[in-house]
């Protein structure tokens, strides 16, 4: 048989027709969940790109794994130690090589290792394609490399064909060429004018008013992605310029879908979509970036057809990227590793069982320092470092209700927060009872100045918040974060 695995960066899942999405941005993908089992809770455990990916392919949470992180030591894999022999337990047990050992012949055609130097990516992949531009590719410099492999190598029979996409992921850069589809269309209408007013007052890397970071700069390469939003105008132009990265992408998915079909191997295809994390676009006043962990960044699209499974099916249980290694071995009878954190969900995807987990937790340490618990209608955000944004230690949403995080009910719900809090110094306490070396790389981040998106740029980021009139800001990120931040900028507060 053949696979397609198509990792496409940045991807929320409400965005997508097969989930919901009023306008039309994904009829391919939406194809294949009418032929598969479509997830609808589905995390990635460790947000963003980096620690998520490490998940993914390690089948184990960032705090055993050891990256959770874009920088510093927590950006790596942890060494396996004493233990390790001619080939390390991670690169034997790794995604990629349980398809290996199961007979299949594996390809990448992916920038994500050189763009994090995250090069245990690699291990399980008999060929590997950089496509060179360290995730800023657009759809039609990856399509075509997938193309000339399949026209190569497509009708071989046992192939995991690996093609990463990033065109959701800022800068929206979609060719001005494809022009904007949905121009005419509106948008969703849970954004109004008083809550852009309201962020407005408000600070944090990627706010409205700062959606290059730490400024409003706009580049001229990139016009449909702005500087800041003022208004409902400049907001629906940000989403625009997402949802057309996805129609683009989606075409040029259709256009792999079209080559497998002419080779004649399509009903021998395995096809699993699925995201690195998904993309807040005003949640949590974070504008067309994916920083915290919540239920905006790590909820992400699974779609699997697999030949046997049940078709069309919705499946609503609380699953993790994690879970995906697992469930692959147990498809291919491949032995598991029982380091894995994953827990297969085969009988899901062939039977249309539940494989439910009564709570989940997520987490986020490059742009912010949080730790989540998903459970029941509910998510609890636990802030240890807030990244320079004004966020509470704690927040609670009702996302049944609240989806797009408008109300934080923890002050109201105490009753919940102490649940929560529970589940989550529960699961810690077994994670550090597992944890080789009794060290939690979320401690490390904080140890070494915080996450790295915001380590060392204070002095810029309040020059910007003065200038802008928000004095207020500036002096109280000053007072708690200016002792540890002169380190890394020289600046003396």
């Not at 009418?34 to 184990?60: H, I, K």
């Amino acid at each position: 048989m053949r696979v397609l695995i198509l990792d496409l960066d940045t991807l929320r899942p409400d965005h997508l027709g097969c989930y919901g999405y009023h306008r039309n941005t994904s009829p391919n993908i939406d194809s294949v969940a009418r032929e598969g089992v479509r997830f609808n809770n589905y995390y990635c455990s460790d947000a963003p790109c980096l620690p998520s990916r490490s998940a993914l392919m390690s089948g184990m949470f960032g705090i055993h794994n050891g990256a959770v992180g874009h920088g510093g030591t927590a950006a790596d894999q942890k060494l396996q130690g004493e233990s390790r022999q001619f080939k390390s337990d991670y690169a034997k047990n790794s995604l990629p090589f349980l398809f290996r050992k199961a007979g299949f012949h594996t390809v990448s055609i992916s920038p994500f290792a050189e763009r994090h130097s995250s090069f245990w990516f690699y291990a399980g992949f008999n060929e590997m394609y950089n496509t060179g531009i360290s995730g800023n590719e657009p759809a039609h410099e990856i399509a075509p490399v997938a193309l000339d492999w399949l026209d190569r190598k497509g009708k071989e029979d046992n192939w995991l064909l690996h093609v990463n996409f990033w065109d959701p992921h800022t800068p929206y850069r979609t060719p001005e060429s494809f022009g904007n589809p949905f121009e005419n269309e509106p948008i969703e209408d849970w954004m109004t004018q008083e809550i852009i007013d309201k962020h407005r007052q408000d600070c944090g890397p990627h706010g409205v008013r700062e959606i290059s970071m730490f400024s409003n700069e706009t580049k001229p390469k990139h016009p449909r992605q702005p500087g800041e939003v003022r208004d409902m105008e400049e907001y629906k132009k940000l989403i625009d310029g997402y949802d057309c990265g996805i129609l683009y992408m989606d075409q040029h998915i259709g256009m792999l879908f079209d080559k497998i079909k002419e080779l004649g191997v399509w009903d021998d295809l395995a096809i699993i979509i699925t995201s690195d994390h998904g993309e807040n676009m005003g949640e949590l006043n974070s504008y067309a970036e994916h920083s915290t962990a919540d239920y905006i960044t790590c909820r992400i699209p699974m779609i699997i057809k697999w030949n046997g499974c049940v078709k069309g099916h919705v499946d609503d249980c609380l699953h993790y990227n994690v879970d995906l290694a697992p469930t692959v071995a147990e498809i291919l009878n491949v032995a598991p590793w029982d380091k894995w954190d994953g827990k297969s969900y085969a009988k899901t995807l062939f039977n249309g069982e539940n494989c439910e987990r009564e709570y989940i937790v997520l987490s986020q340490c490059a742009h912010v320092c949080q730790r989540s618990v998903r459970f029941g209608d509910y998510i609890y955000i636990r802030t240890y470092h807030d990244g320079f944004h004004n966020y509470d230690k704690e927040m609670l949403f009702n996302i049944k209700e609240d989806p797009h995080e408008l109300n934080d009910i923890s002050k109201t719900h105490r009753e919940l927060c102490y649940k929560a809090a529970y589940l989550l110094m529960e699961w810690h306490d077994e994670m550090m009872a597992t944890i080789d070396d009794g060290i939690d790389p979320l401690r490390t981040v904080i140890l070494e100045g915080g996450p790295y998106h915001a380590r060392g740029n204070l002095f810029n980021y309040t020059e910007y918040l003065r200038k802008t009139g928000r004095e207020n800001h500036a002096l109280r990120l000053e007072k708690q974060y200016g002792e540890i931040d002169s380190k890394y900028s020289g600046t003396k507060y």
